[in-house]
């Protein structure tokens, strides 16, 4: 039966593509194909085509007035690179089968193809009742025992209950609330159901975006997404992609049963090439769509070229972002393989907290501090801008407060004196403000620093690296490394030169090839170049909040005394002065400074200026802090002198 290409596109169930449609009324000019701003605009009666997907090509937004819906008098486009957040609003229309859901809702491996549903009544299974209201997880769709069968998942008492519904389960599954933020992107991909619009609250944007805001200023409401579809195909005799907008007017018969689909070329997408086993690896493979961008060599991946696919794996990289104040940042993934040298550049740390996070047992660390601290408790220290501390280690201690004994965990330094040292004890949850004093002034490789430092750490380029034509981090003024992510790549070669081989980006890198043949054996070794990539900031905050939720949380830290307890306590500390601790015994701090020195062999007087050009980034450096910094650099030599002599 002859449908519109429309009706076709309605009742496509994209689980069953490939499809091969025959055009049965077709409209042409002169010729088959005509191509007009990207799409095909004409197909002729009898051409025979395979759909192979179908995709959002834009996105039309319509503000609401409320979330319910309302149609506005000025719709307009909204960019797929939109830098925005968005919540998603529950779609309140019920879907009345599974077979239904999994014809609309896409539902994958992906942590964002698990959509949640709930029943309006209890349904019964042979092991499990699943009650009215209940959130219900889709996991994977999947034939068993020659049924098409939805894999679900219940949680009661944090633990997972799973089972399996049939497609034909009838009854009213509504959208569960989505707490969740997601990007335009992750929407477009995810969560914008087939022949459905979607309802959206606009919750943060980028001040970084350089066209113009489409939304009215201050707007954060409502918005519903009526995506615009294109259908992907290929034609027999032709090696490039065709695309079609569904509102063509022509019909179309399904003929995927009585066609043999091997007549049209084979082609595969990057992400159809990393869900391949290993073991159909190496190929060859001509590339048909080539990627966009600079990545790689420009010659490399050209519509033509012939190459060799050789594996799939896994590859870590290094996270990093541009230390900059007053610019958008530049965000970076740096291979392990990086041949360039660094020197470390002093970190900050907003907290006492994060000074007990950053403290190695590789060496001491030596901080100055940026921010007045007066103490609720008089067994705490108290911290004035320009105080040099020596970080040991955290410990609990008891404190008086109101007559009452409490115990506080606080971290056991020492702070530098003119000529010798003082015990200090600064709690935890001191919201003071703390920079790095750097007296090593070793070059490092990328993967010296990931081993004996904890990241984030920051960092210069001080050697590039000569093996790159151009090093896009030697420019940078400063770079943080912030976490080491795994992700997927291909590795590719010239089939000219397969001994010179690149990585592919699996996620970041879309290219079409069409698969020439198998090679029966691989090369036994080749040169692996490796890029550094500069990422989007779409990019970097899908990597930070993905490659976040595998790690474990670090524990919280201890909370702040009451504000009235401070206030008690400040009234009395206010009219002492800075209380005499007690000089600290030897064996707190001897080996610490051992340490120090020896990192400091061969240092002379102009230490002081050394650590001057450590304590900050220029561009973060306050006045106030920089004349106390070098004036508190300055008792430190003295200081590491005087125990040497005393040695």
């Not at 008891?398 to 040292?421: P, Q, R």
């Not at 912030?482 to 081989?501: G, Y």
Request: aromatic share 8%; charged share 25%.
């Amino acid at each position: 039966m002859a449908l519109s290409l429309e009706e076709f596109v309605h009742s496509l169930d994209l689980r069953t593509l490939p499809r091969v449609l025959e055009i049965q009324s077709g409209i042409y000019f002169e010729g088959s194909i005509y191509e007009m701003f990207g799409n095909e605009c004409c197909l002729s009666t009898g051409e025979v085509i395979k759909i192979t997907g179908l995709k959002i090509k834009k996105i039309i937004a319509e503000i609401c007035d409320h979330t319910e819906g309302c149609e506005s008098p000025q719709p307009f486009e909204l960019p797929m690179n939109f830098p925005g957040l968005f919540k998603i609003v529950a779609d309140k229309t019920p879907y009345l089968t599974m077979e239904e859901i999994t014809r609309t809702i896409h539902i994958g491996p992906s942590r964002l193809g698990h959509p949640c549903f709930y029943h309006q009544t209890d349904i019964k299974l042979e092991n499990l009742v699943i009650k009215q209201g209940e959130q219900i997880m889709l996991n994977s769709v999947e034939e068993i025992n020659g049924q098409i069968m939805v894999n679900c998942g219940v949680v009661r008492n944090n633990q997972n209950h799973s089972f399996t519904l049939p497609l034909s389960q009838e009854g009213e599954f509504y959208e569960c609330e989505d707490e969740h933020i997601y990007t335009l992107k992750e929407i477009v991909e995810w969560k914008i159901p087939k022949n459905r619009t979607r309802t959206v609250k606009l919750t943060d944007f980028s001040n970084k975006w350089d066209l113009m805001n489409p939304f009215p200023k201050g707007f954060y409401g409502a918005l519903t997404l009526k995506p615009v579809y294109e259908i992907q195909g290929v034609m027999k005799f032709r090696k490039d992609i065709v695309r079609i907008l569904p509102s063509l007017d022509v019909e179309v018969k399904d003929i995927t049963d009585s066609y043999d689909a091997n007549w049209f070329l084979q082609l595969l997408s990057t992400q159809d090439l990393s869900v391949m086993t290993s073991k159909e690896f190496p190929i060859v493979a001509e590339v048909i769509e080539a990627p966009q961008g600079n990545l790689l060599p420009k010659s490399f991946l050209q519509p033509g070229k012939t190459i060799v696919i050789h594996k799939k794996y896994q590859a870590s990289r290094i996270l990093a972002s541009e230390i900059r104040s007053n610019f958008p940042k530049r965000h970076f993934l740096i291979p392990t393989s990086y041949k360039g040298k660094f020197k470390r550049r002093p970190r900050e740390f907003p907290t006492a907290y994060d000074l007990e996070i950053a403290k190695t047992e590789k060496e001491p660390l030596h901080v100055v501090a940026t921010k007045a601290f007066h103490p609720a408790h008089d067994e705490l220290s108290f911290v004035s801008v320009g105080d040099q501390f020596l970080v040991h280690h955290s410990q609990m201690t008891e404190v008086l407060s109101e007559g009452i004994k409490k115990v506080v965990n606080v971290l056991a330094c020492e702070k530098i004196l003119k000529k010798s040292y003082e015990a200090a004890l600064l709690p935890l949850y001191m919201e003071g403000g703390f920079v790095e004093v750097i007296h090593d002034k070793r070059q490092y490789h990328i993967s010296e620093l990931c081993a004996q430092f904890h990241l984030p750490f920051n960092v210069k380029v001080s050697v590039r690296d000569l093996s790159m034509e151009e090093d896009i981090l030697a420019a940078t003024p400063g770079l943080q490394l912030e976490e080491a992510i795994t992700d997927s790549f291909l590795l590719v070669s010239d089939f000219a030169n397969p001994k010179e081989c690149w990585e592919i980006p699996v996620g970041r890198v879309n290219m079409t090839v069409q698969l020439v043949s198998n090679l029966s054996q691989d090369i036994e070794s080749c040169l692996v170049r490796t890029l550094i990539e500069e990422i989007t900031e779409e990019q970097y905050y899908m990597m930070r909040r993905y490659e976040s939720s595998f790690l474990h949380p670090p524990p919280r830290p201890p909370k702040h005394p009451s504000v009235e307890e401070t206030k008690l306590t400040l009234l009395t500390s206010a009219e002492e002065k800075t209380v005499g601790l007690p000089t600290s015994p030897q064996s707190l701090h001897v080996d610490i400074s051992t340490k120090l020195l020896s990192n400091q062999a061969g240092l002379d007087s102009k230490v002081p200026v050394g650590c001057q050009n450590d304590l900050a980034d220029p561009e973060k450096e306050r006045s106030k802090s920089e004349a106390t910094v070098i004036a508190s650099t300055d008792v430190t030599t003295e200081i590491f002198k005087n125990k040497k002599h005393q040695k």
